[in-house]
C-alpha cells in the first residue's frame, strides 16, 4: 500500500480522494510533473519543478506550496514509500467549486496530488530492444507546451499503437513529426546529425529534452532543432525518444519499416549512457 | 446540501469524491451529458442518453448501467432534490487504476457521477439582453464530436471573453466559426436564413441544436447548415446559440459590433418560445 500526498496530508493510496467537483476532474483544468527518482534522489528535479511553476503561471492557477515545501513533500514520499528507483507524479487543479466553464473565485484552495511508482527505470527491456513505433494524426489541442492532464488524445494514440503491434506512437501534424505520445522525438541523420523538433506550442517542451540535447553537444555531436517527416525518419540512421521515466530509449522501427539496420543504435546507447551518469552525479 | 449519485450510491456532495488514481482526473477519460430540467421532467432525455452512449462507444468505455437505470438515477436525483428546475450533469469515465497511458483492464469498473444544478432556466437574463461574444481561436483537440471532459480550452475561452466584456466566446478555426465555448453558434442572414456549422468532427453534435433546427424547419424557416465568418456574422441580422441549459439565447454583439441593430432578433425569440413549448410538452 503506497503512501500518498494530498492537500497537506500523507494518506494510504485507497483513502487518496479528490471531489467529484474538482476542477481537475470535470473540466480537465490541471497540470502535472513526471519526476524520475534513481538511487533515492530526484532526477532534475529543478527543471520539473521551474516548468511545474510556467504550466500554472499559464493557467493563472495559484499554487500554496513554496519551492522549499515541493522538494520536501517529494523527499518525504521517497521515505514513506521507501523508493529507490521509479517516479514521483505530480498534479495541480485549479480545485473543486460548483461546476461553471467560469473559473471559481480566486482564493479557491487548488488541490494538490503526489504519488510515487517504483520501477526499473535502468532496467528497461525498450532500452534494450529498441521500440517498435506507429505514426498517428496529432489531434491535440494547439497549447502542447502547458503540461496539463488534457491527456485523453495521447492515451487513444498510445492504444492505436498498440492495436498495430507496436510500443507507441509519434504524432504528426500538417505532415511533421510533433513528438511521441509522452516522450520528444529524434532521428540521427545518415552524416550522424540529431534531428529533433525545433521548441512552439505544438510540443512539450522535455526537462529531458532539455539535458540529453546538452549532453549531445558536450559529447560534440551535432544537434539540429527543425521539424521532419515520417519518410525522413524512416530514411534516418537512428531514432530514439526522450521522456523523465525513459531517459533515452531507442526506435528501431516506424511504421513498419527497420530504422538503420533494425537494432539499437550507436548515438541512442551513447547518450542514455552519459544522461544516466550525469543524472546519478545531479540528482538531490 | 445536494444529494449526488457517485458509483451507485446516492450520497450528500461533501461526501462526493473519486480517487486521485480516476482515469477522469489523470487523463481526462471520461465524457459527459448536461440534461435540462423543466417542471421536475427531463428535457430531450433521449437524446442526450444516445449521445452519451455513442460518446463512450468512440472511447470503448464500457457503462455497467443500463437505459433503464440511466432515466430512474436521473429521477431520483429530481426527487432527492426537490429540483424543479435546473440541470442534471452526468459524467462516466474509464475508472481508477495506477497511472498508465495503457488503457486499465476491460474489467475496471467505470466512474459514473451524477449532480444536479438547481437555477431558472428559463427567466435567464441572457435571453431577455441578448449576449456579448468574442471570437476566440479554436485551439481545441480535432474530435469536439465527442463529449470528453477536456474543456480547459473552452474554460480559457470563456475567461478570455470576461476579460474583454463579452460574455461568451465564439471559436474560429481556419477563419471559420466552429462553435461558442458550450453551445452551437448561428446567424440570421439578411434574407431571414438560419446559418449554422454543418456537423462534422470540429463540433459537437448538440441534443438541442437538432431540437432547434427540427422547430425553425416546421416553422417554414429556411436552415443552411453550412460554415461562416465572423465578417459574416457581423453584417447577419441576428445571431443567437443553442445549448441545453440556454436553450435559445440571442446574441446581440460580435467583437464589439452591434449585430442588425442591436437588441435581440425576432427569430431567436421565436424559436425560443416554440422550443421551450415543445419541451414542456415532450419532457419525461
Redesign the interface.
Known amino acids: 500500500m503506497r503512501t500518498?500526498y494530498?492537500n497537506g496530508e500523507f494518506v494510504p493510496?485507497?483513502e487518496?480522494?479528490?471531489?467529484?467537483?474538482?476542477r481537475?476532474?470535470?473540466?480537465?483544468?490541471g497540470v502535472?510533473e513526471v519526476t524520475t527518482v534513481l538511487d533515492r534522489k530526484l532526477v532534475d528535479f529543478f527543471g520539473h519543478r521551474a516548468r511545474l511553476r510556467r504550466s500554472l503561471g499559464e493557467?493563472n492557477i495559484v499554487l500554496d506550496l513554496t519551492d522549499e515545501q515541493l522538494l520536501d513533500i517529494h523527499r518525504q514520499l521517497i521515505a514513506a514509500n521507501d523508493l529507490d528507483e521509479g517516479i514521483i507524479?505530480l498534479?495541480v487543479?485549479r480545485g473543486a467549486a460548483?461546476?461553471d466553464?467560469?473559473?471559481p473565485p480566486e482564493d479557491t484552495p487548488v488541490t494538490t496530488?503526489l504519488?510515487t511508482?517504483a520501477y526499473s527505470v535502468i532496467d528497461n527491456p525498450l532500452a534494450q530492444r529498441g521500440a517498435k513505433v506507429v505514426s498517428v494524426?496529432d489531434?491535440?489541442?494547439?497549447?502542447c507546451d502547458i503540461k496539463?492532464?488534457?491527456?485523453?488524445?495521447?492515451?487513444?494514440a498510445?492504444?492505436e499503437a498498440?492495436s498495430k503491434g507496436a510500443d507507441d506512437a509519434w504524432l504528426v501534424r500538417d505532415g511533421l513529426v510533433t513528438e511521441g505520445?509522452?516522450n520528444n522525438a529524434y532521428i540521427v541523420t545518415r552524416d550522424g546529425t540529431i534531428v529533433t523538433r525545433d521548441l512552439s506550442n505544438l510540443i512539450l517542451h522535455g526537462i529531458t529534452r532539455r539535458a540529453v540535447l546538452e549532453c549531445a553537444r558536450n559529447l560534440q555531436m551535432k544537434v539540429e532543432e527543425r521539424p521532419f517527416t515520417i519518410e525522413e525518419a524512416q530514411g534516418a540512421r537512428e531514432a530514439f525518444s526522450t521522456s523523465a521515466s525513459g531517459f533515452v530509449s531507442p526506435v528501431v522501427q516506424i511504421d513498419g519499416k527497420p530504422i538503420g539496420d533494425g537494432s539499437v543504435g550507436s548515438v541512442a546507447r551513447q547518450l542514455r549512457e552519459v544522461y544516466i551518469a550525469e543524472m546519478r552525479k545531479s540528482a538531490i
Chains 1, 2 share one sequence.
Open positions: 500518498v494530498v493510496e485507497d487518496a480522494k479528490v471531489s467529484i467537483f474538482d481537475g476532474f470535470l473540466f480537465a483544468d502535472y493557467l507524479y498534479q487543479t460548483d461546476r466553464f467560469v473559473f496530488v504519488f511508482q494524426d489531434k491535440r489541442w494547439s497549447r496539463t492532464v488534457q491527456l485523453l488524445y495521447p492515451s487513444l498510445k492504444m498498440r505520445s509522452s
